[in-house]
């Protein structure tokens, strides 16, 4: 699922991809000359060509026969099966969902037809419809590392993992049942796992193709080519199209919207972001945002160990985030009066200790925020759901060495329940492990830091601005530490008045960074997808 923040890059959650050559195209933005050439080279056919073998940009997956004469022994090697297709239902409050199920994989190709990538997708489309008036919709998690298996079995599939009331453990039963806040009702879905997670995999050897598709330009024209590929291949080109993000998707989704329609001639009506981290310029270093984004989220953490908690109650902390706690920082830590302030009211609000706080200043950050909350008692907090608290394995160390309570007891059932889903009910058998969050991907990411850091406001900007239909959704967990709601509310404030409420909305739902697994969130983030979409 994500993958947020100075912790993200390290902390794992939200996704991957390939490689390319520079593509520069005359009269497009720099950040898009930039992006390097898709591994069909970012070319579009001319008319009439589409669909023709001859044409480098033509459709394959694995399973057709298009470029075999071309394609190296060794990505036959490490091919995927072709895809498989079933008829499924699923029966909800005495209503039955039929639709076909479709378990498969794009390959793709670079400029020289050579393979690179075989990208792994599950798509359910409802039966009985239209599809020229279906809307469809493709769904991006994040990490960089992590499958679409959060958000297929955890919020919008047609089978959904038990949390549980919310909480978990890894030898939990891995079942799945039917999802009674499924999209598939408003919807026809497509989970996508960017190379590196699921059971997508490089085909291609050397360390070029991994450089370029471990990096947010190539993953996003990788996942874009990916997208108008499915959409040629299933005949549904002229359905409304939208896209869902989660974690680092807040950076990747809205270049991935930007990309489609600047490159890939495909128009998308609507983006929702679960979860996102917007900008990586002003989450770490010695940035001050920092610290004002994530307040709201440690009181809320601190309040809601005493009872229930919404967004309406932390009114008074973002006033005071936003304003004298902003205007202490600015003054710095030579100013003795200013730093006091703010550190002991940043231990009445959080529940930190005086002293700590006052040691550091009233900066504390994330990592520092969860081991020291309770630490009296050898509990450490959640990074993804700061309400979820675990024991710290070495609570006398000088250095943190604690896992992420709120995250490492899904991994095992999420991962069990998507294998079963895919090899048993979908009948589509992989080689190889499935990876639902993968470290290695995250650790091998090229952010494209130095004086340029990742941030996607830039490509929302864009996008709102050249369709004044075009809607965005934000979605944030309460308590989530990884992706703190209010970062992106002061993001989502600096743009233009064009971005008005109608178009560009904030929603902030109890639970964690997969604020999903509580059923009262889940029903209320389907419910705000349904009225977008309709």
Avoid at 492 to 519: C, E, I, N, W
Wanted: aromatic fraction near 8%.
């Amino acid at each position: 699922m994500a993958d947020a923040c100075r912790a993200l890059t390290r902390g794992l959650f939200a996704l991957a991809l390939l490689s390319f050559s520079p593509l520069v195209t005359p009269g497009l933005a720099q950040e898009d000359q930039a992006q390097p050439a898709a591994t069909d080279s970012g070319k579009r056919p001319a008319a009439g060509q589409r669909g023709n073998q001859k044409n480098p940009t033509a459709e394959s997956s694995p399973g057709t026969s298009e470029r075999v004469q071309n394609t190296p022994a060794v990505g036959e090697q490490h091919r995927l099966p072709p895809d498989s297709t079933t008829k499924q239902t699923v029966t909800i409050a005495g209503r039955a969902l039929n639709f076909s199920a479709t378990a498969g994989s794009i390959r793709l190709f670079n400029g020289k037809g050579e393979p690179e990538a075989d990208i792994a997708y599950t798509a359910y489309q409802l039966d009985g419809t239209e599809p020229a008036n279906r809307p469809v919709t493709f769904f991006l998690n994040g990490g960089p590392g992590a499958s679409s298996a959060w958000l297929q079995v955890g919020a919008a599939g047609p089978w959904r993992l038990n949390f549980e009331n919310n909480v978990t453990t890894a030898a939990v039963s891995p079942e799945l049942r039917p999802n009674p806040e499924t999209w598939l009702d408003f919807t026809d879905l497509v989970f996508i796992d960017p190379v590196g997670t699921g059971y997508s995999r490089f085909v291609a050897t050397g360390d070029d193709a991994r450089k370029a598709l471990f990096s947010t330009d190539g993953d996003v024209t990788a996942l874009s080519i990916v997208i108008r590929r499915w959409l040629e291949k299933a005949g549904r080109l002229t359905s409304p199209k939208f896209v869902v993000g989660e974690s680092y998707s807040g950076i990747r989704g809205p270049k991935v919207v930007r990309n489609l329609a600047s490159q890939q001639g495909v128009g998308v009506r609507g983006l929702i972001l679960v979860s996102p981290v917007l900008d990586f310029r002003e989450t770490s270093g010695s940035s001050l945002l920092q610290y004002v984004a994530s307040l709201p989220t440690m009181a809320a953490v601190a309040r809601a160990a005493k009872g229930p908690v919404t967004r309406a109650d932390m009114a008074d902390v973002e006033h005071y985030a936003a304003q004298e706690f902003l205007l202490d920082l600015v003054k710095g830590q030579a100013d003795a009066e200013a730093t006091t302030r703010l550190a002991e009211k940043f231990a009445s609000l959080t529940g930190i200790d005086q002293a700590v706080s006052r040691r550091l200043a009233g900066r504390l950050d994330v990592v520092e925020f969860r081991r020291e909350l309770d630490r009296r008692d050898g509990r450490v907090t959640g990074r993804y759901d700061g309400t979820i608290t675990g024991f710290d394995p070495s609570p006398d160390s000088s250095f943190y060495q604690f896992e992420d309570p709120s995250l490492e007891p899904l991994l095992a059932p999420v991962t069990s329940a998507v294998v079963d889903l895919t090899t048993r009910k979908l009948n589509w058998r992989p080689d190889g492990s499935y990876e639902v969050l993968s470290g290695a991907v995250n650790r091998a990411w090229d952010f494209g830091r130095g004086l340029s850091p990742a941030e996607s406001t830039t490509q929302l900007r864009q996008i709102l601005a050249a369709d004044p239909k075009f809607k965005l959704l934000v979605a944030h967990g309460l308590f989530d530490l990884a992706a703190p709601y209010f970062g992106s509310k002061i993001q989502l404030d600096q743009l233009p008045a064009y971005a008005t409420p109608d178009r560009v909305k904030l929603a902030v739902y109890p639970g964690g960074h997969m604020f999903y697994s509580r059923d009262a969130s889940r029903r209320a983030l389907r419910d705000e997808a349904e009225a977008m979409m309709k």
